[in-house]
Structure formats: structure tokens, C-alpha cells
């Protein structure tokens, strides 16, 4: 089936497409100017069919028709970041606002943050069948990926925008095809405190500075004095219109950014119909959301050792996220252990793996979360001494991993013996190593391992991920059945899957 006959079948009304919905469930929405109003709308429509509901979202543009009093019982409100129109469902006690970086919202998605149903706004297909989810990427795509059911409104007014934005119409469940202007958000012209505050601020701003910007009458009052300043970037989790003339100008043109050179970063955006139009199909605005470390370089699901490739091809440096893998290469079992501190006694073992990426050309920044200020203390120290690698120190790596993941609760001895054989298109090896691997995490769930099993699968087969597998015996060649261990394998991943 071709992507235009399969939108053609997903093609839905609002009251038809909310029907997937159960009590019980959740259900993530879109946020700000992207936030899916005619699905809020036909909730609230049909608000007594529902009862504990939860629904996920952060702020909502505009009137939201499942905070209405009508709703109360039957929708309950979750978000980390209250806005006017959303306060007074927590002050009715008829939701609740949790603390949360804006960051580690897309990882809470499917663990933390539950999701049953993902609702969201984007543009119709292009001629590949791709949507592009417009002016809001956050944490969109790590919904659509761990979501059972994904309802999207493809909005003819939502800007095409480009970076991580893209989903193909065979990872939706549910169309509304719609045209309909987004919410705008007029901005107050800054007054004479805030424009000082504006001066004083871009006192501080040197030519070839990276911006990263806020929304409101200050940020707004910084922008407007920039003019004397030269080859700016932009690499923010939002901005608003106030960046316009200064692109127009050129005197935001990132020509002296290392990361993304020449390109607008960005995560959301809100403002004017003005701004809308200005991402809208600009390959220089990016929307965007690599994970390396040495425990997943060759991973067959993860694939950092391509992406890398890949990044440097282009001739773009690198910034690294989750070296430490979430904190599980920071505690090796003891015999991993001892290997190591036989070569370096005085090296912690997180610092390995910050070593490990350092070592590799063009890397300007290693993210790792950190708990303690030792943990703080040992990764300046590690940054700052920056050692290359021996080659003894590669061998002892390579040692140390291979006693790890012979601990795991499928050795990877076991697992190479099944090379060769595929599931629904995919490599057993790979699903049993995945599944193996988050087992030895410290939190199995929250691991990038288990987030690629639904992509993998439905790149190989095109199939409707969500709908369930057609039974497939796997037999390995010396006539073993083992289409039960894959089968757990694969519902586990499944069921832990953002």
C-alpha cells in the first residue's frame, strides 16, 4: 500500500478518531501554538463518555475546552508548566502540576509520564508521505513513538518546518485532515525599564555569540538592541518574533557557531502569524531533539558509530548526550571492575566512559548527568586532563565489556549463536541483546534501548505496529524453537517503549 492510500484509509472526524480513547488512560497532547484544538474540542463534546482520563500537556494557547467545568470528573490534568487559562483546573483540584525540566520531558514519555493516546498537530504529508510537526518538536516525537494510538490534526496552516520534525503518515493511527489558524501570541511592546534592561544586556553580548532565548518584553528588549552587533546565532529551546528583523538584517546569521553552523535552533516557537510564516518551509531554522558511549557504539537499534559517521561527513562537530548510558556504565560488576583499575587505579569508572568520547575527533561537549559534587568534581577533572586512549586502555575496555554483558541475563555469547535468524524483519540478536541490556540498567525501563524495537519493525515490514505481530516461529538452524524467549523479549520492549 502507497503512503496516499493509507492516509486516505486514517482519514477521520474528531468524534470518529476520539473513540480510541478508553477510561483509564492517558493521553499526551501537543503544546502551545501546536496544541490539537478541534480533538480538545470533541473531548469536551463528549466529556461524559470519559471518566479518569488523564490527559499530559504543557501550556495550551488560546481556550481549552477540557479545562471547562463540564469536564471536571472526567478529565484530569497533568503539566509541568501552568499558563492563565490552565491555573485554575489545579486550583479546582481537577489536575495537578509537577516540577520537571523542560529537558527531560521527551525521556519521561512512556515511564514517568504515561502514554496510551498521542494527540497532535502537523502539516499535511509532502510528497514522501512525511508530516512535519511544524512550530512545536519537544517532546512530540517521543510520544508519537511510545503511544499505542497516534491522532493527528494535519493542519494546512501549520508551517513546514525542518530538523527532528518529521513523521510518516504509516506511524499515524488516526487523520483529521484541517485548516485552521494556529494561536497567536501578541506580545507587549517593552517599556522604558525594560528597554534599559535590554541595553544593559546586549552591553554584555560579544559579535559571534550564541543566543539562547526567552519569551516576553525583556528578551524582546535585548533583541531590539543587537543592531550593532555582528554574526550572532540562535541555538534556543524557544524565541519569538523578535528574532525576525535581526535575520533580516544579517546580523543573525550563525556564521560562527561550531554546532549547526549558519542554522536557527530551536525546539518551539510562539508569537505572530509573522513568525509562522517566517519558519514556515526555511531551511535555515531547525527543529531539533546524539547518544554515544562505548557500551553502545556497535548498537544495531542505537547505531551511534553511523550517526557519528554521519555527522562528521558533513564536517559538523559533535555534542554528546548519555555517555554514561543513564548512570549504568558508572557501576560495572566487580571482575568488569577490576580490569579496569589494574590500568588506572585513580580513574573512577563513569570517567571511562566520558574518556571514551572525549578520545573521538571533533567532540566539542560531553552532557552527564550528575547526583553529587564529586560526581561533579571527577567530570571537570576528566574534561580538563582529556587523555587519549592507549591501546592497552582499549583492550581493557574491550575486556571489561565483554565480562558486562556475558553477565547479563542472556549472555551475549547466546545471543551471537542467533545471528542470521530475523523477527518480523529484524535481527533476534539484536531484540535479545536490546531486551538483554536493559536489564542490567538501574532503572530497566528508563534506557535507550527499548525505544527503537517499534521503528525497526515497522521500517522492515510497513506493518501497523499498534494493531499487534502476526505469530512467527523462530528456529535456530539446530532446530531449537526459541520463538517464546523473542516473543518476551519483544512484549517487554514493547511495553516499556517511548
Not at 518546518?161 to 517593552?190: F, N
Not at 513568525?275 to 531533539?289: A, G, K, M, R, S
Not at 501497523?464 to 523479549?489: C, H, P, W, Y
Request: aromatic fraction near 8%; glycine fraction near 6%; charged fraction near 25%.
Amino acid at each position: 500500500m502507497n503512503w496516499k492510500e493509507e492516509y486516505r484509509k486514517k482519514v477521520s472526524k474528531p468524534a470518529e478518531a476520539i473513540k480510541a480513547i478508553r477510561d483509564g488512560q492517558c493521553v499526551v497532547m501537543g503544546h502551545a501554538a501546536a496544541a490539537p484544538h478541534l480533538i480538545q474540542q470533541a473531548l469536551a463534546d463528549h466529556c461524559q463518555d470519559y471518566n479518569d482520563v488523564l490527559i499530559y500537556h504543557m501550556t495550551t494557547l488560546g481556550d481549552n475546552p477540557c479545562y471547562h467545568p463540564c469536564c471536571f470528573g472526567h478529565f484530569r490534568h497533568v503539566s509541568n508548566f501552568l499558563a492563565a487559562n490552565s491555573r485554575t483546573v489545579i486550583e479546582r483540584r481537577e489536575g495537578d502540576f509537577f516540577p520537571a525540566y523542560f529537558k527531560d520531558v521527551p525521556s519521561m514519555i512512556g515511564s514517568d509520564i504515561p502514554c496510551d493516546v498521542a494527540v497532535f498537530q502537523a502539516t499535511p504529508p509532502n510528497a514522501e508521505g512525511y508530516c512535519s510537526l511544524g512550530v512545536s518538536c519537544d517532546y512530540a516525537r517521543a510520544a508519537i513513538h511510545a503511544a499505542k494510538t497516534v491522532i493527528v490534526e494535519t493542519n494546512e496552516m501549520m508551517p513546514f518546518t525542518y530538523g527532528d520534525t518529521l513523521i510518516h503518515v504509516s506511524q499515524i493511527d488516526h487523520i483529521i485532515p484541517c485548516a485552521y489558524r494556529l494561536q497567536e501570541l501578541q506580545l507587549p511592546e517593552p517599556g522604558e525599564v525594560e528597554l534599559a534592561i535590554g541595553r544593559h544586556c546586549a552591553s554584555l553580548v560579544a559579535d559571534g555569540s550564541t543566543l539562547q532565548l526567552g519569551i516576553g518584553a525583556i528578551p524582546d528588549a535585548v533583541l531590539l538592541s543587537l543592531t550593532d552587533k555582528n554574526d550572532l546565532g540562535i541555538h534556543s529551546e524557544m524565541f519569538s518574533n523578535g528574532v525576525i528583523p535581526l535575520v533580516g538584517k544579517g546580523i543573525i546569521n550563525g556564521r560562527r557557531k561550531t554546532l549547526h553552523r549558519g542554522k536557527v535552533v530551536v525546539t518551539f516557537i510562539m508569537g505572530t502569524r509573522e513568525l509562522y510564516d517566517f519558519v514556515d518551509e526555511n531551511p535555515d531554522v531547525e527543529f531539533v531533539q546524539i547518544i554515544i558511549n562505548y557500551f553502545d557504539w556497535e548498537s544495531y537499534f542505537i547505531q551511534p558509530k553511523a550517526c557519528y559517521d554521519v555527522i562528521r561527513k558533513h564536517g559538523k562537530q559533535v555534542v554528546i548526550m548519555e555517555a554514561v548510558k543513564g548512570g549504568g556504565l558508572a557501576k560495572l560488576p566487580d571482575e568488569a571492575e577490576k580490569v579496569l583499575k589494574a590500568v588506572h587505579q585513580d580513574w573512577s569508572i563513569a570517567s571511562w566512559s566520558m574518556r571514551f568520547c572525549l578520545d573521538l575527533d571533533d567532540v566539542i561537549t560531553v552532557l552527564s548527568g550528575m547526583s553529587t559534587l564529586d560526581q561533579v568534581k571527577d567530570n571537570i577533572a576528566t574534561s580538563d586532563a582529556a587523555e587519549k586512549l592507549t591501546d592497552e586502555d582499549r583492550k581493557a575496555l574491550d575486556e571489561a565489556m565483554r565480562i558486562y554483558r556475558e553477565s547479563a541475563p542472556i549472555k551475549q555469547s547466546e545471543i551471537d549463536q542467533y545471528k542470521g535468524l530475523l523477527y518480523h524483519g529484524v535481527p533476534v540478536s539484536a531484540i535479545l541483546q536490546a531486551y538483554s541490556i536493559c536489564q542490567m540498567q538501574p532503572d530497566p525501563g528508563f534506557s535507550d534501548d527499548n525505544n527503537y524495537l517499534k521503528n525497526a519493525i515497522a521500517e522492515a515490514e510497513h506493518v501497523d505496529f499498534s494493531a499487534g505481530l502476526e505469530k512467527q516461529e523462530v528456529v535456530t538452524k539446530d532446530g531449537r524453537n526459541i520463538t517464546e524467549m523473542v516473543e518476551m523479549a519483544v512484549a517487554w520492549l514493547t511495553e516499556h517503549t517511548f
